[in-house]
């Protein structure tokens, strides 16, 4: 088959250093250019020592740098607002892109402004992107020539909650709270103090309060694609491991005990959702490395005012379908290829 | 002053060894008995490398093993029944007693048995016994022969929680939801294969669904301290850490900006709890290896139902002031001595 | 292409999870079987929740149930001894078989049984079985029907050792002094006390003195494949991490300098051994989840006897180049494929 | 009895928020006084949130502010040279000093020049420091008004090797080799990259070669204490988790079977340091948050040149015998208290 060239941009954050793992490992896609930030111009084993040759010895090209005519595919790994403007030119060269930022996931520029506190550099770009939500917007996605990847806590709670919004199955009135847990390099490369492993160790806090960006994300596409508004009360936790990530949603609603059917029957032919066993429940160890969410169901019976109660625990690696994994999945259903290829469908244990 | 000569009944478990910890250093108490249940018989340094000598060259006693007369206090660090067993016994010979197991921590012998599942073996003890929640039974803890230790869950939950629902701030009709999370030593020391390392590390999974032991507990003395009958949705999650426990409440109520200051006058001069100020949110490293409590709380606004949300995190050393070091607080108060004897105020950093 | 049937004797532990996860991938070989030993009966997502289906669904066998006719490759990941009577049923069922234990790594069944304290079960198949360090026996392991699957730490002690030894670059009359550290993987995940997360979090420690089994296969093939009689001093050390090896020697030898040149030369054609450049020193984090040594060397200069002082640092997964990646490089080039096939080269990061 | 106000110089790195911890528990030290570097200005909490009040709520001065004439004692924990300045002008001002740098751990201005690769800014005090190993300099720390404590390594290492060299039981020609572990808080709290938790977490490296600072300090005092000239070949590595050290010590010697009595018996009186029995090895779990430095022996008999091989195994807190702990025992020397006064003995386990 002929190669697929394609560029990363921010190739030196954790997000980056995982689409690099996993292109280099795929049979169509070609890593082709690779640029950055502030580590512009070092070669790339200076700053990810775990990749071999002869990517190691890739030179990282300035964020802004031209691309070649021969990439078809762009993904921007760069932080909010430096990601819509590579975008922007990327698109205006012909290329695909998927942006794994959070430029391109909200369909309006004013709740963008709300959530991100910027003004959108190119809300004329908005219509045209697709909210990758690969379980969801596999059409559109594959006919999209720019994709939004979702984010990682958006992902575990949108993908357990859009099943039951579509099918009614629970209380509208109600705040569906998410209590959720990340793993550090949620928090990016960045060299700060709080994240150094003798601050960050052996410690547990929440963080993001009141109100966290990503529930701007949540709420929109519940609505959008589950159909039903929804309140979600959001709070995020950081712990003390490198990557995974829980979220736990705390709901009511009806006929609980029918959930994990409907959800199973829902993901039946999604090769990277895994609904579990009644009596079962997830942990991030059993998703780590790989590109799976797994969603667990325990239906707590009735309250003292006669509604159902239940907890749904869904689990996600952050940087693989919560970022990097998802990302390559888009682009695997944007060039009609085999969604699952290059992409682990097992976690690594231990 | 005279030395009070103390036994520690199962003495080789996290608690336990805690528990040697903390009363080796203390001026006035001193170990004077170490039984064990598998490991009589052993010296102590085999079991607890971490124990100096003389301490360490001590022989562990089987859990049953008579206690010298001069022995005043009983720790009871047993499992559950077996403490019940131990107690009655260190009762009957005119000791006191700090037991940390749940076997005393209900009034009813009914709830108990719904909680726990087991009859209660000595039910006829249940009235004596004092619920050792120090900052709101110091009076009673003064006075009695018999104090149940709380658990770890409902000392990080009531600490905050009763000053609320004494104001009568929070919406009465709402479920309480708590999200909790502990480090792996809350599971215990037994040789376990979902305990291991390899299986522990980087990951973290709910569990105790659908209502944990400690539910009963917490809404037993939410109603009998806090003056107001509570429903509590509780779920736990073990995380990749030694000790530390965290627990987010999510709450409906009135004036949820004015529940910092409460808070503040209520534990103003209580030495072991500690709330934050406005914006800041506790971590488990903040208070690990102290006796503290960490409290921070954040208002997040009103709904779409027109109710005011808030966030309280509170956090504790879960073998501290969640087991040993709260025991010690309560043998403290018991003996008329300072409450803060012996105890840390501040955390081990890092 | 055909597929290749294969099984996995010993299925459940941690080098068979890693087997499972590293075939499954591949393109050519078929997980046909899965046999255990305690775990027989049991479905594999039961003990292993980190599969995804349909090979989740898979129902493990007893170790020693019959094979398949069409099963044309075993790997046995038994302990020693259980692993030889598997081998010897596997070969006399016209299997070829890549075993994992240590029952075929020595020649003569008296080194085994000074190593490991036990009688050969099946010393009459020694002969024919090749130690399987790919970067040094390529052809015989490309004819072979039986492949013994070096040590984890041999591995990453060899690998460095060999050239030198080679090249007569070392002084012959040292002892040579191997430090080494591995992960808590390494000591199985069998459900001990001080494996436990909160004995083996945040601590390190010695063990195998005075001298481990391995340093009998270490010394046997210095001097089997290096031509050289060599004497190691071995002390290996378990660490809180979960998987990654590193050995640090402590050498004398002749033009220290070249050594590095000598080393990136000799495996310029290896994929899996990366040499680093002057100047740097490699981490297990480089490595982890890859199938790659890396090594360091740092030239000392010349101590006060006059002799040349060097330390080499070789970091490995000890699950993966220590253990199933090279039983499957092992696969790879015992069928005659590209021996990189389903074989990761960059490590996972973080 | 009088409270003795002392200083903290350098209060907000690791060392110095041990040393918070461990003088606020003191009964005769009071702490009067915190410096900081590039917090000054801030109140204590802000920096380190496991401070409890009244303490937290104080206010760091300036690294250079002025003392209060009642401060008879300053810990300074500053960075070397700054260290020196500081150093001069509290005994200008007729403070009695205890330096956790390495400003004034050596004798002479060129070993410091040539180990530290900076002029000593004040040669001319370092006639009068001592050398605060309390277990071998306890009269003249009693009589000095500036002790320069040990560094980490050394202390770890010179602990065991002084008495074997004062009974010249080393082969006098021997490289001895240490190969050291030290958990992440050794490299100070500095935002790197490199000390990330996603970096550092579930990794190990080697570092600092070809010669470490600390080798010049080690062979210094082996000589000046184990009246032996030594030749030490230092590997030290960074391992995951946040304290504790692990030195290995190869060594040759005569009567090795001898050495544990010796060990032993050398060190009978000293609380701090403890000679495991025959066939055991320490841990630092066994040690963290104790000031203790625990010592294992395991003898290899002889090699293939007829030398006696052994292996000593040392283990300490990096920051407590490492340093904080190991200044307060300096302090206590140095005002005529008890030496253990508010030192752990015991380990915090787990």
């Not at 999604?270 to 969410?293: A, I, M, W």
Request: charged share 15%; aromatic share 6%.
């Amino acid at each position: 088959m002929t190669m697929i060239n394609t560029a990363i941009l921010g190739a030196t954050g954790y997000t980056g250093a995982e689409l690099i793992r996993l292109l280099d490992q795929h049979p169509v896609f070609h890593i082709a250019h690779l640029g950055a930030h502030s580590q512009a111009g070092r070669l790339l084993h200076e700053v990810l020592p775990g990749i071999n040759d002869p990517l190691a010895s890739m030179r990282l090209q300035a964020a802004d740098a031209p691309l070649a005519d021969d990439i078809q595919l762009v993904f921007t790994a760069l932080p909010h607002t430096a990601a819509a403007t590579a975008v922007a030119a990327a698109l205006a060269a012909g290329k695909k892109v998927i942006d794994l930022s959070a430029d391109f996931r909200h369909q309006s520029a004013d709740t963008y402004a709300t959530a991100y506190g910027v003004t959108h550099p190119h809300p004329q770009l908005l219509p045209q992107a697709v909210y990758g939500l690969c379980e969801w917007h596999h059409q559109a996605i594959a006919h999209s020539n720019l994709v939004a990847n979702p984010g990682c806590y958006p992902t575990s709670v949108l993908l357990p909650l859009i099943p039951l919004l579509q099918a009614g199955l629970l209380d509208s009135e109600q705040t569906v709270i998410v209590d959720a847990k990340s793993g550090t390099s949620g928090a990016g490369r960045s060299a700060k103090t709080e994240l150094l492993y003798c601050e960050a160790n052996e410690s547990i806090r929440a963080y993001g309060l009141p109100r966290h960006r990503h529930v701007w994300e949540m709420e929109e596409w519940a609505q959008g694609i589950g159909g039903q508004t929804t309140h979600i009360r959001f709070v995020p936790h950081i712990l003390p491991m490198s990557r995974g990530m829980l979220s736990t949603l705390h709901l009511n609603g009806q006929r609980t005990h029918e959930w994990l059917d409907l959800l199973t029957q829902r993901y039946a032919s999604s090769p990277f959702v895994r609904v579990l066993p009644t009596g079962q429940l997830p942990s991030t160890k059993g998703v780590q490395g790989s590109n799976r969410c797994d969603i667990g169901v325990a239906c707590l019976g009735r309250n003292h005012r006669g509604e159902e109660e239940a907890v749904i625990v869904s689990c996600i690696d952050n940087l693989m379908k919560g970022a990097s994994g998802q990302a390559v999945q888009n682009a695997n259903i944007m060039f009609g290829l085999e969604e699952t290829l290059a992409l682990p469908l097992h976690a690594q244990w231990p």
